[in-house]
Every structure is written in C-alpha cells, then in structure tokens.
C-alpha cells in the first residue's frame, strides 16, 4: 500500500517566539534479571562500568537529537543530568534537560532517556540472553515526559 501526503513537511516557524527557560524531564524503565542488577551493582559486567557508559550515551544523544529526529530544532542546550534508580526488577533512568530559548526540550530529554536504556541493554545483552539467546525477561518500559516548565527569563 502506497501512503502519499498531500502536506508539506516543513519545520514550525518558531522566528517570533522569545527565550525563555525551558526544562523537561523524562524517564523510562528497563527491566533485568536480578542476577544482572547485581553484577551491574558489584562492577562485573564484562563490558565495563553501566551507569557511567549509559549516563554519557543519554548526554550524547541529547545534544544529537536534531541529526536524528527531522523536525526538531537545533537548540542551545544548558544543562543534562541523568540520574538511576536501581531496583531489584530494572533500572530506572531520569533525564533533565534545561535550556534558554524559542521552543522545549522534551524530545531531548525523550531522547536522552531512550538512548540511556538502550545503551544499558547493550551493555549487558550477555547476562540477559537464555540459552537460546533471546531476551524473555529484558524490556524498555514506560518512557514518558514528566515534566515540563517554561518560565520567563527575568529573574
């Protein structure tokens, strides 16, 4: 089936918007087995540190989020933080993005987190896979913004 559509892509004309703060936060879950949380816990996952690889990839990908996502804007980014929460069903990863301008942020924090997870999954695909070497347990859940502040830039 052939789709065709008759609007133009085009980015949103954001020329008469003015600065101000913007801040988004998102998070997302990847579920583990026990057994892997606590190799990620005791440092032995054979690819190296989890957490410090993962937080870098989600700051990475913040700062990329216009090269892969067609119609976001380029954006001067302020601030990245990535924070974990470690529990005996997974990991949940919290990204903040903060900024000074025309339009938000929550792509990048979408993005951040996503990128986290996914970074996380690679660096323990070893201790996940059964002995087929699929993945019944592993799985990126509940990715979502929340939350979102837009406030005047006169302090």
Same mark, same amino acid.
């Given at each position: 089936?052939?789709?065709?559509?008759?609007?133009? #892509?085009?980015?949103?004309?954001?020329?008469?918007?003015?600065?101000?703060?913007?801040?988004?936060?998102?998070?997302?879950?990847?579920?583990?087995?026990?057994?892997?949380?606590?190799?990620?816990?005791?440092?032995?996952?054979?690819?190296?540190?989890?957490?410090?690889?993962?937080?870098?990839?989600?700051?990475?990908?913040?700062?990329?989020?216009? &090269?892969?996502?067609?119609?976001?804007?380029?954006?001067?980014?302020?601030?990245?933080?990535?924070?974990?929460?470690?529990?005996?069903?997974?990991?949940?990863?919290?990204?903040?993005?903060?900024?000074?301008?025309?339009?938000? #942020? &929550?792509?990048?924090?979408?993005?951040?987190?996503?990128?986290?997870?996914?970074?996380?999954?690679?660096?323990?695909?070893?201790?996940?896979?059964?002995?087929?070497?699929?993945?019944?347990?592993?799985?990126?859940?509940?990715?979502? #913004?929340?939350?979102?502040?837009?406030?005047?830039?006169?302090?």
């Amino acid at each position: 089936m052939e789709h065709r559509s008759s609007m133009p #892509v085009k980015m949103v004309d954001i020329s008469e918007k003015r600065e101000v703060v913007r801040i988004a936060r998102a998070e997302g879950f990847i579920r583990l087995k026990k057994e892997t949380i606590e190799a990620i816990k005791s440092g032995n996952v054979p690819k190296g540190d989890v957490l410090t690889t993962a937080n870098i990839a989600g700051i990475l990908a913040v700062k990329k989020t216009p &090269e892969i996502i067609p119609m976001c804007h380029p954006i001067p980014i302020t601030s990245v933080s990535i924070d974990f929460e470690l529990s005996d069903e997974g990991i949940k990863a919290i990204c903040t993005v903060k900024s000074v301008g025309k339009t938000g #942020v &929550e792509m990048e924090a979408l993005t951040g987190v996503s990128v986290a997870l996914l970074t996380i999954w690679d660096m323990v695909k070893a201790l996940e896979k059964d002995e087929t070497g699929n993945y019944p347990h592993t799985a990126i859940e509940y990715i979502r #913004v929340v939350e979102k502040v837009k406030r005047s830039t006169n302090f």
